[in-house]
């Protein structure tokens, strides 16, 4: 199976994304697709020996909507990137020039057929009951431009129709065709001698409709510009060019061009062009584009730089790792775009109205008009009711409910430092009330340093040798506190050979003939190691240390004590948790005593302790079982199958690359309060679309009846078509604005 993102252009509502959906849905070879309107994008997963792309284009074209296969932002040269903004300025420009033709003729036709009703001077030689012929034909010209300014509608309307997916479009074309058809015919009669027809010629109710559909959907298309500012905000990010050395002459090369291994040269205040590490200078970087966080980062030889973060006082000039799409900044813009392109299981009770809501809406008016012809009732008035019920009826809000909103707050959340992969991600973030965290590197900085050292028999030293020399290529943050204590001692440490790691234990290795096992008491225990120093490690274990026992040859030698240093903002991000309804647990494979000694001093709830990397995902589950809505937060290899088990896994981007893939959200920074931020935000998010949906479902289910004439028979008042074309037009702007007020979140 190949999965494939296609760019889909001429959809014009929810109906359209829908129908396209439920389409390719039913082709041979397709197993799943999702259509998101908002994004313009289709992702499709299909059996490449059944479908192809050139094959899948041709598919969308049979439904009048084009396809083209999609190029990733981060992928994108910038003089791409740049081509396609001046597009769809330019297709936005066209719009809003089209949009004031037409109000500089409807607001004349306007004067012209109903300014005399209230009074309002026209000439003679159009009045209409002087010279009807004139009063008709002069709106009939009047009319004409806007018709044709808002030929689309009637192109894409009645071209979906007679495919058999009709959609917005439809709806306003055979509205206002059925209004300027009477018109047309009431012109003929008053042409034949019959004066009446000029008080009801409907040409102000189908120019204005137009009108006012091309101004919402121009309003519309100029508020969903912004919700993709913060994807526009991060390819704008790179700089175009680089200072690059090779074969000792320097130069400018565009970024796309950089290779890994080039020497770059990064002057104060420009962009890193990409990820590398630093060779020579020291300055500082400001990450808060990329990470949210505001402090910048000291830089010095052997710093890791960031692609699009800013280099601050000195001059730096550093190697390339990743360049082009491997970039830091290139997955996150990936990212991004994934999360805003999948759809939230909320959107599901939307997706499938909107499928049906077209020909329901035309069966509607349709059933509406021929109830009131047969109530008795004159041309004129069922076919305002007739014109009414079409055009006030809006798929475009549903469809747009919830993927602005999620467009918007992934945006802005990437803004803040938080990843979201998707938008069922999001939305199962919102609904977590149990946060586990990992301990070390999430709740503590992940680098304890050894505080303590009992040796049986052996100098301390050499038993910090031989153990140091074991370890040093362990990833293990108790062994890398035994490295480090070594170095800092400057020991000359013995030859290491045959390590071999033991998972959730320790390890095993041969050091200068001995053997050595180091790690946990688990793995004395599982070796027939006998534990003797136990006052020692009872001391130790009192004190909050995180305990590393050592046998040499079989028998016990001595035990490490390392105590790790609780990260500055844990206490004040975990009483945040608890202010928002969060329970808190942390877990660990530390001893009961150290890790309560961090859990006390953070304020968490609860403590799983001694809990192997294994077992991390079974207490996960467990959680889960008790009806526990669970978000598990890591940095490290051994969190991977927890963060994979929880409904929600949140991975600090500061860990490894296995625990970021595994994870759900990626939390940029290396403090606990971006977990804050994204659970604030995806709840923020949610209400955001419940408030979406509540209007959408709302204005149709009152819009619809009240033009259909329902609150006219018990003596209420009558939808006229042009009040029904702003209601329409105003329900989708009121949609995507009430999701651009998430960009103001903080």
């Known amino acids: 199976m190949t999965e494939k993102t296609f760019k889909i252009s001429g959809m014009h509502c929810a109906a359209c994304s829908s129908s396209l959906e439920r389409f ?58 740049k081509k396609e903004d001046a597009e769809k300025k330019a297709e936005l420009n066209a719009m809003k020039k089209r949009v004031i033709l037409c109000i500089c003729f409807a607001v004349p036709l306007l004067y012209v057929s109903m300014g005399h009703m209230v009074g309002l001077p026209l000439p003679m030689f159009m009045m209409p009951h002087h010279a009807p012929l004139t009063f008709a034909i002069v709106q009939l010209i009047l009319t004409l431009p806007i018709v044709i300014g808002g030929r689309n509608f009637y192109i894409n309307g009645f071209g979906s129709l007679v495919k058999g997916h009709p959609n917005m479009d439809t709806l306003v074309a055979v509205g206002t065709f059925s209004a300027l058809a009477y018109g047309l015919y009431a012109v003929v009669k008053i042409a034949l001698g019959d004066a009446s027809y000029s008080e009801n010629l409907f040409f102000e109710s189908a120019a204005v409709v137009i009108t006012l559909v091309m101004l919402g959907k121009y309003l519309e298309a100029r508020s969903k510009r912004h919700t993709s500012d913060a994807i526009r905000a991060l390819t704008e990010l790179a700089p175009e060019t680089a200072l690059v050395t090779r074969h000792g002459e320097t130069g400018e090369v565009p970024v796309s061009e950089l ?34 966080e505001s402090l910048p980062v000291t830089l010095d030889v052997g710093s890791g730089v960031t692609g699009g973060s800013i280099n601050g006082e000195g001059l730096i000039v550093f190697t390339a790792t990743k360049v082009g799409g491997d970039t830091a900044l290139a997955q996150i813009i990936r990212m991004v775009e994934d999360a805003q392109g999948k759809k939230a299981p909320i959107a599901k009770l939307a997706d499938k109205v909107a499928g049906v809501f077209v020909p329901v809406v035309m069966a509607i008016a349709v059933a509406s008009a021929i109830i009131w012809a047969l109530c008795g009732k004159d041309i004129e008035f069922v076919l305002n009711i007739f014109v009414s019920v079409l055009v006030v009826a809006c798929p475009c809000s549903l469809g747009l409910a919830t993927p602005t909103a ?49 040796s049986v028999s052996l100098p301390e030293d050499e038993l910090l040798g031989i153990c140091a020399a074991a370890e040093s290529g362990s990833e293990h943050p108790v062994a890398k506190a035994i490295t480090r204590a070594a170095e800092e001692r400057e020991l000359s440490l013995p030859m290491a050979e045959s390590i071999t790691a033991v998972p959730g234990r320790g390890i095993k290795a041969s050091v200068s003939g001995r053997e ?41 030698a001595g035990l490490f004590g390392a105590v790790d240093t609780i990260k500055s903002d844990s206490p004040e991000a975990i009483s945040a948790l608890h202010n928002i309804g969060i329970d808190t647990i942390m877990i660990t494979g530390d001893n009961e005593k150290a890790a309560h000694s961090i859990a006390d001093k953070a304020n968490i709830d609860r403590v799983l302790a001694g809990v192997l990397p294994e077992g991390k995902a079974g207490e996960i589950e467990k959680l889960k079982a008790a009806g526990k809505k669970v978000c598990m937060v890591g940095d490290g290899i051994n969190d991977a199958p927890a963060l994979a088990s929880a409904d929600i896994g949140a991975a600090i981007g500061s860990g490894t690359d296995v625990a970021i893939e595994s994870a759900d959200v990626v939390l940029m920074g290396s403090h606990l309060g971006a977990l804050v931020t994204a659970l604030r935000l995806s709840k923020a998010v949610i209400r955001n679309i419940k408030q979406n949906l509540f209007w959408a479902f709302f204005y149709n289910s009152v819009g619809i009846p ?26 989708s702007i009121s949609v995507v604005s009430n999701a651009l007020r998430l960009k103001r979140f903080k």
Do not use: H, W
Not at 264 to 287: K, N, Y
Not at 412 to 439: C, H, I, N, P, W
Not at 522 to 544: F, H, P, Q, W, Y
């Open 24 to 81: 390719m849905q039913r082709q041979e070879g397709v197993q799943s697709v999702s259509v998101n309107l908002t994004t313009e994008k289709m992702d499709i997963v299909y059996d490449d020996n059944t479908l192809d792309v050139p094959k899948i284009c041709e598919l969308v074209s049979r439904l009048s909507f084009g396809a083209q296969e999609y190029v990733s932002a981060d992928a994108l040269a910038a003089e791409n990137r």
């Open 259 to 292: 290779r890994e291994g080039d020497v770059i040269t990064v002057r104060p205040g420009e962009r890193f062009p990409c990820d590398g590490t630093v060779t020579s200078g020291a300055s500082s970087a400001d990450l808060s584009m990329l990470t949210g």
């Open 406 to 454: 999620i467009m918007v707050g992934t945006g802005r959340g990437a803004e803040m430092g938080v990843l979201y992969k998707s938008g069922e991600a999001l939305q199962a973030m919102a609904f977590a009330d149990t946060v586990v965290l990992d301990k070390t590197g999430t709740v503590t900085e992940g680098k304890p340093k050894l505080s303590s050292i009992y």
């Open 516 to 556: 050595v096992l180091i790690g946990n008491a688990l793995l004395m225990k599982e070796n027939g190691v006998e534990i003797t120093a136990s006052d020692e490690r009872k001391k130790l274990e009192d004190s909050g240390c995180m305990l590393m026992f050592a046998a040499i040859d079989g028998s016990f």
């Open 706 to 731: 009240f033009a259909a004439g329902l609150f006219y028979a018990f003596g209420g008042p009558l939808l006229s078509p042009m009040f029904a074309g702003a209601a329409m037009a105003l329900s």
